[in-house]
């Protein structure tokens, strides 16, 4: 039970590690399960709350106010899997033998967690608040740099944001958007190699002196343009489809951390820098027909991260809203998150669906995540 414990909750370790930790993932500050449903492809579909950390121009164009209140989990499918094997070895008379067999059975594979993701969002026609207290996501890569590993990569945020934006009339024709959140992000940062001497016996796993820390300030710029078409012009047949494009920086100043509150340890170096991103996405409305309401989205995010690729930045999705009453509404999405353009290989498909009922409201997604490299592919499905 302990090592399953340990799992769960591994920000940092007080035995010294084996080699330097590893990571080839891509890890958003934020994410939504809508978002993930349709395959990550939100930038120009944001018109909800999550429009504070996807693409704060949308709350320009939102048409009614919102409070959300929200308590999400994210898990691996085989993350319980891998705890119980752990602890059963730990039962055995060799214990650190059964444990570098489990290991090895299982290099190459990764594994994911973000839970708890405590928070609220409140946002009404043109701006936004934020306050996410606690956002805690542990990614586990089993590696052999010097013997059988656990490549941690732990990450606790607490957010403040606040997001304005407004329609912008300069003479152009179509509809222009432009949006900034500014967000103050207190992050916990563990990086760690694990070897087998901390995953056996009585050892302790929770070290604060190997935590690192920082107050983030930042902010994420957006926009979002619908262009007017023409009847008469050459993309005239566009003129059903109402594309809307999207273009958003994120973590524009990219500085590193202002200071450090030195909250887990007095000594603790400072946080890694949170690395600006740039996101480009697209919204393809489909006619609508009785309750339904189809729309197509595709999305190239994350540019800019040092683990980019256009593998890895690539999202499609599809998502059919419906409508009943005012209060009675959701959703059904399908979607690829970090798809290849290759049609041989649609293993990272997507699927969402939500539902709002009154005061509460459920959503549900699954989606696989592309934490390798180009010459290692290794995938996680959440």
């Known amino acids: 039970m302990k090592k399953i414990v340990f799992l769960m909750l ?13 990571d080839f993932s891509i890890h958003e500050n934020y994410i939504s399960t809508r978002a993930k449903g349709m395959g990550g492809a939100f930038s120009a579909v944001a018109d909800d709350y999550n429009s504070m950390f996807y693409n704060p121009a949308a709350l320009a164009r939102l048409e009614e106010g919102n409070l959300h209140m929200f308590v999400r989990a994210a898990i691996d499918t085989n993350y319980f899997e891998l705890a119980d094997d752990i602890d059963k070895a730990n039962n055995e008379s060799d214990e650190e033998t059964a444990i570098a067999n489990v290991l090895s059975e299982n290099y190459g594979n990764n594994y994911y967690s973000r839970l708890p993701t405590i928070g609220a969002i409140w946002v009404r026609p043109n701006w936004g608040i934020a306050i996410i207290p606690a956002d805690l996501t542990v990614d586990l890569a089993l590696h052999q740099q010097i013997g059988p590993s656990i490549a941690v990569n732990a990450y606790l ?3 403040l944001a606040y997001g304005y934006a407004r329609n912008v009339k300069w003479g152009q024709k179509g509809k222009l958007s432009v949006g900034a959140t500014l967000k103050v992000i207190n992050r916990v940062q563990a990086s760690e190699a694990v070897g087998i001497a901390q995953l056996s016996g009585d050892n302790e796993f929770f070290d604060q002196d190997s935590a690192n820390e920082g107050l983030f300030a930042d902010f994420d710029l957006g926009f979002l343009y619908t262009p007017e078409i023409s009847k008469k012009s050459f993309f005239s047949f566009l003129k059903y489809s109402r594309p809307t494009f999207a273009f958003v920086t994120r973590n524009l100043i990219d500085s590193g951390p202002i200071t450090n509150l030195n909250l887990i340890n007095e000594e603790s170096k400072d946080a890694y820098k949170l690395q600006r991103r740039i996101d480009f996405g697209s919204k393809w409305q489909l006619p609508k027909f009785w309750v339904f309401d189809p729309k197509f989205a595709w999305d190239i995010r994350n540019i800019l991260h040092e683990n980019w690729s ?3 930045g690539n999202h499609v999705g599809f ?7 005012s209060w009675w509404r959701g959703y059904w999405s399908a979607g690829l998150h970090q798809w290849a353009f290759d049609f041989g290989d649609l293993e990272n498909w997507t699927f969402g669906f939500g539902a709002e009922i009154g005061w509460f409201q ?3 997604s699954t ?15 959440r």
């Not at 998502?319 to 009453?325: D, F, V």
């Open 10 to 22: 591994l920000l940092c370790f007080t035995i010294p590690t084996y080699a330097q930790n590893i």
């Open 319 to 325: 998502e059919l809203g419906w409508k009943m009453y």
């Open 157 to 159: 945020d607490t957010t």
């Open 367 to 381: 989606w696989q995540e592309n934490v390798g490299t180009e010459a290692i592919d290794i995938r996680g499905r």
């Open 362 to 364: 459920i959503d549900l």
């Open 310 to 312: 256009f593998e890895k």
